[in-house]
């Protein structure tokens, strides 16, 4: 038998909608119409819900060779936790390891706008120096230059 096939055997023996499994395995109702319409394939993670959640081994749903169990073999089981925690997450050891990923990004970040700063001024400068061209006059030759002026007269400043 198909998996579909035994998909939808599965949940009319249980009694429930699509939408009722949907809940209880954490998917949507959409997922749950295109497994049994044979359109798209259950995930991994989706497989090992539904496996929980009817009480079969995965293999049984996923082999076409093997049959399903009689409706009284197999009894409905409550859906699998959905907040779960691995195990590395509950220690202590865990926490710390996320607490250094944390600030390793904060540092990764900081370095990252530092260099794009670094990189815009560069950018400026370059783009400045290339927009003065060749009517700029070195440095040098402004310190020589003498450039001398008289006041003939009376002067005005207007204020």
Known sequence: ME??????????QR???????????????????KWELGTASPTVESLRSLSLFYGVPV???LNDELPLPDPGEAAPKEPPPQN?????????LGNEIKKEIAGLK???IALVVVVAVL???AAA?????????????PIDELEQEYVGFSLDGEFEHGW
């Open 3 to 12: 998996c579909r096939k035994k998909l939808i055997r599965l949940r009319k």
């Open 15 to 33: 009694g429930l909608t699509q939408q009722e499994l949907a809940e209880a395995v954490d998917v949507s109702r959409q997922a749950i119409s």
């Open 59 to 61: 293999d049984l749903l």
């Open 84 to 92: 779960k925690v691995s195990p590395a997450e509950e220690s202590p």
């Open 106 to 108: 904060k540092w990764v």
């Open 119 to 121: 990189a815009l001024t």
């Open 125 to 137: 400068y370059i783009a400045v120096t290339l927009r003065e061209g060749s009517d700029a006059i």
